[in-house]
């Protein structure tokens, strides 16, 4: 039986598409799409479903009527602080670090870049007054066309941290000019240079994914659940895997399963197939949520015609297989398990096209990768083994796994336009509220990168 932990990130996207959250005025829906085929696939492979109730205050009886069917955990439940400060600590360094214009190499530079965003900044007049400002750098021409490309994958950063109360040190992050000094807003003369907001809300919305995303991390794996992910902090987990070796797996494994989330994931998938440390498996799954939508016509009802069938006969049988891969990966040897583990796959990828074949017609398929590890970074909490956690059906243990089926959130936002009809369906119960903006990044063309004029100066 699987139980699995679900961010209230998720959450949130599914109730923006289903109308009882707002929306920003500025929505790029793309993202929120995207969670949502990542939460579809959840509920058609798991058994149970769990939230951390530790949402809003003023959000959380609404949220908790409008997802009946996944338990809330409290913050009494379980050593909360605990785990809240040792991910604090795993993500301290990681900032966004920008010196003389460019992003510093490393883990977060890895992941902007595995999401299409390759970022610059530079002193942007405006009013006579210079601001830093953050920029997406491309190679086409700066158009309507690149805008459109590029604003939904700023959005999803963005949307991290909207909403939220922000305090001062969340903004954290490192700036630092082409002559080598830290980047600090002054005056000269009548002519003030000052850090953009919107280099400053990136900052901040970077801050909280890293954090969150170690924090579920660790909360899965002290309850040896399933973790499921906002896809964009499904990213970020990959990159941070690779380079601190957060999934205790070969480097094979790590810099293949990163790989995944470029543009080649199918060709990645089947590298991963082929590693002999195959701690997972690839999958070509169809689109639920598209699926779902297409035969309800809204996200509300989509949600209940998946609960609805995953309780048939034939999608019991689809998480039966993936228990029986869950247990192979326990056992495994060798050769043995890694063909047994394929073969397993194969009948999943069968049987879930045959489910939506015989439920409706589906629109296409999408690749997975299912991950079973065992988490690298020892949590520095500890509570007895077999420690009963109330009613909740959940139990610390020893075992420390991460589980999880990782879908490659670019994908889901380029194909989201070629969903036709259902696409429509997707955004009909979308209300926008004028409360909340999502800043548009500018684009800046490769070549003009570095240039001083009479309008802006480098970094």
Known sequence: MSSVLIDNSTLTSIQRLSGTAPAPRSYDPQGDYAAFEAFATTLMFNDSFYYIDDYKETFRASRADEFRFVRAVGMEEFPYSDVESHAKELTEGLLLDIRAGRVEPGVIKEFLESVGLHLTAAWQMQSSDFFLTLKI???????????????????????????????????????????????????????????????????????????????????????????????????FLSRWTADRN?????????????????????????????????????????????????????????????????????????????????????????????????????????????????????????????????????????????????????????????????RNIVNDVVGFDGLGDVRSALLRQVRKSEDHTIPALPIEERRYAGRNSDWKQKM
């Open 137 to 235: 750098l491309a190679d086409e021409p700066n158009d309507w066309d690149v805008r459109y490309k590029y604003s939904p994958l700023s959005a999803l950063i963005f949307d991290q941290s909207l909403g939220r109360e922000v305090e001062a040190n969340d903004a954290a992050l490192r700036l630092v000019g082409s002559d080598g000094k830290d980047v600090v807003e002054r005056e000269e003369g009548k002519r003030k240079y000052a850090i953009g907001g919107d280099i400053q809300a990136f900052a901040t919305s970077l801050n909280w994914m890293t954090w969150r995303t170690a924090f579920y991390a660790l909360s899965a794996s002290h309850f040896n659940a399933t973790v499921s992910l906002h896809p964009i902090r499904h990213t």
């Open 246 to 406: 957060v999934l205790s797996n070969s480097e094979n494994w790590r810099t293949r399963f990163s790989g995944f989330f470029g543009d080649q994931a199918t060709e990645t998938i089947n590298r991963i197939n082929e590693t002999a440390d195959a701690t997972e498996i690839g999958l070509h799954l169809p689109l639920f949520a598209a699926w779902a939508v297409g035969r309800t016509g809204t996200v509300r009802d989509a949600v209940s015609f998946l609960l609805d069938v995953r309780v048939s006969p034939d999608a019991v049988a689809v998480r039966q297989k993936m228990v029986e891969i869950d247990e192979l990966r326990s056992g495994r040897a060798g050769a043995k398990w890694k063909v047994e583990a394929n073969r397993l796959a194969l009948a999943v990828r069968a049987e879930s096209t045959d489910l939506i074949r015989k439920f409706g017609a589906g629109h296409g398929t999408a690749p997975v990768v299912s991950m079973n590890a065992e988490l690298g970074v020892p949590p520095k909490f500890s509570v007895g083994v077999e420690v009963e956690m109330g009613d909740l059906g959940l139990k610390f243990g020893s075992a420390r796994r991460v589980r999880g089926l990782f």
